[in-house]
């Protein structure tokens, strides 16, 4: 979302002349001529869920680990695993298409300043405010590259006329590697450097020569992070629904998809407002504001994201679709008033009021 949408305007007024009333009314789509329409926010949530995706490979020699490297327990067949790393929820306010509003201006009325998202949220009267945008979503990981064994391997290993003469080839090379480090560490070899940093090169170059040729009997273990984002907006209060599902062979599947366990979130709330009081004499005062600018006042709630082994996040704020609406006076903003109010976008509920 790009930074918001700015209204600003203002007529003039005779000093004679009584003074008009900003006008604010429930928006109908379609009936308003003139005029600011506003919205006020749901509290939605952006979900990350961050995987790491490891993939397990046999060497081409895995027969023969035992024989010639005395290597045991070595992958046989391609696996892959998934796993959860890590889940975050991040709040963000969504249009509630049963809360729009229209501020009409009317003829001998100051009209407010009034700041909206590019979604049509109300964020500010008299002022401007910003538009607040969620951080980018973490980049995947993708898993590092392995070098090609067959590059270290020998012309001889790669003529062997069979796998079991290869691999006997191949554990003779990796023996003589070995022995080449063990020279070098001991200062016994005949090319071994003084410079200390040539000879960490050397030696990194064995290691890396060394592991290149073993992963041909030990087999290779690779592991990427991949990022997964999504949204979900609560509706109502919820002890366990399905957010998403989880296999640890396939990674986030679908919702319907049977072959992962389901990871569930709930919704509950920690907050209860006070019933709104309908006696005669509050009536009337409602009735004189109904032509004020509406509001959320957020109540408390908390989410936590969990399966049935464990909870993977959870976290308690305000959240506007389960508190009440309520009216701020109009006389706020009349032609000699100079109120200024910004709302909370995530929630509609008010952030800041000064005169």
Known sequence: MKLRNILGLVFCCSALAVQAQTDVTKFIPGSTLEGVSYFLPKTAFRVTVITEKTVTKPGDFYKYANRYLRLSNVPTEEKVEWSIKSIKLEPFGVPDKDKAY???????????????????????????????????????????????????????????????????????????????????????????????????????????????????????????????????????????????RFSQKLGIVDEDDLAGAPIYVSVRRTETLPQTETNEDIAKKKAKMEKGVYYNVPARAKVTVFNNLQEFCSTELPMGQFGVVEIMANTLFDKQATTKVTFFQTTGGTKEITK
């Open 102 to 244: 229209n501020i009409k201006i009317k003829s001998k009325t100051v009209a407010p300043l009034v700041s909206l998202t590019s979604d049509g949220i109300l964020l500010s009267i008299n002022t401007e405010a910003a538009e607040e945008v969620l951080p980018e979503v973490p980049d995947a990981i993708p898993a590092p590259k392995l070098d090609n064994p067959r590059n270290y391997m020998t012309q001889e290993m790669l003529a062997a006329g069979s796998t079991a003469k290869m691999a006997e080839l191949c554990a003779e090379e990796i023996y003589d590697l070995r022995d080449s480090r063990n020279s070098l560490i001991k200062g016994e070899a005949d090319n071994t450097p003084k410079d200390g940093a040539q000879l960490q090169l050397m030696l990194n170059q064995l290691d890396k020569q060394t592991a290149a040729l073993e992963s041909m009997f030990k087999g290779t273990q690779q592991t990427s992070t991949e990022v997964t984002s999504f949204n979900y907006l609560p509706e109502e209060e919820t002890d366990k629904d399905i957010l998403f």
